[in-house]
């Protein structure tokens, strides 16, 4: 299993509807995880933060599934400004920095 | 405070030539990093350092060099640029998480990016 994997998408939803993205992780002993989103041509910025089960901040919901080894990204009431690519961010193996997915698009569309 | 600056934000050399990129942040984090960022391939690791005066290779550290002789900064050189080397850059730093044991790498903070292109 590749380090970090995530659905490429796009997903392409209508406003107001309720997205999930799941990232799957290799490294068993990981134990921080975060969900960062990047809008086109911009820097990634830091969406939330996942230390334990899970991490809820308005509308969006990340969850951590240990036994199973994946987060996920819950986006409820989808607005149209929640456009963007959603990166997951796992520790890699070994004493080393973190791995970023290649990222999930999301269209919201009015 | 600024947060983290890049320096240039666009750059276009022409292969062989050599540039290098600063990387500066007001935060006084400990850890810095440099990815490039090309389609399809999200974020690749080039290196990083956790602290003044040290430096790691990354994923993809062929071609680069790195230097952190203070705190605050993190220099990235291309000694003789390529066309393969055509890309966004962004540099990040961050705090090590985890307590005094540090067992574990805390959020990154971004800089806004330099586009570079090599003809």
């Known amino acids: 299993r590749k380090e970090v994997e995530q659905d490429p998408g796009p997903f392409n939803v209508p406003e107001g509807a309720t997205v999930a993205f799941n990232c799957t992780y290799s490294?068993?002993?990981?134990?921080?995880f975060f969900w960062y989103r990047q809008d086109c041509r911009k820097e990634p910025k830091l969406l939330m933060s996942?230390?334990?089960s899970g991490n809820e901040d308005g509308r969006f919901t990340a969850q951590l599934n240990r036994a199973s080894q994946y987060i996920s990204l819950l986006i409820r009431d989808s607005k149209l400004s929640d456009s963007a690519t959603y990166l997951c961010?796992?520790?890699?193996?070994?004493?080393?920095?973190?791995?970023f997915g290649k990222g999930t698009r999301l269209s919201v569309i009015a | 405070n600024a947060g983290v600056t890049q320096t240039p934000k666009f750059r276009v050399l022409k292969t062989g030539q050599s540039m290098t990129l600063l990387c500066a942040q007001d935060?006084?984090?400990?850890?810095m990093y440099w990815y490039r960022q090309d389609p399809g391939m999200g974020l690749r690791l080039i290196h990083y350092?956790?602290?003044?005066?040290?430096?790691a290779k990354g994923e993809v550290p062929d071609g680069y060099n790195v230097s952190r002789l203070k705190k605050q900064n993190f220099l990235l050189g291309l000694e003789s640029a390529a066309p393969s080397q055509t890309s966004v850059y962004f540099c990040?730093?961050?705090?090590?998480?985890?307590?005094?044991?540090?067992?574990?790498?805390?959020?990154?903070?971004f800089g806004p990016g330099t586009r570079l292109t090599v003809l």
């Open positions: 935060m006084n984090h400990e850890y």
């Open positions: 350092s956790v602290g003044e005066g040290t430096t």
């Open positions: 996942v230390y334990s």
């Open positions: 990040a730093s961050s705090y090590p998480a985890g307590g005094a044991s540090r067992s574990y790498w805390g959020e990154q903070f």
């Open positions: 961010v796992v520790p890699n193996s070994g004493n080393t920095p973190l791995v």
């Open positions: 490294n068993s002993a990981s134990q921080s």
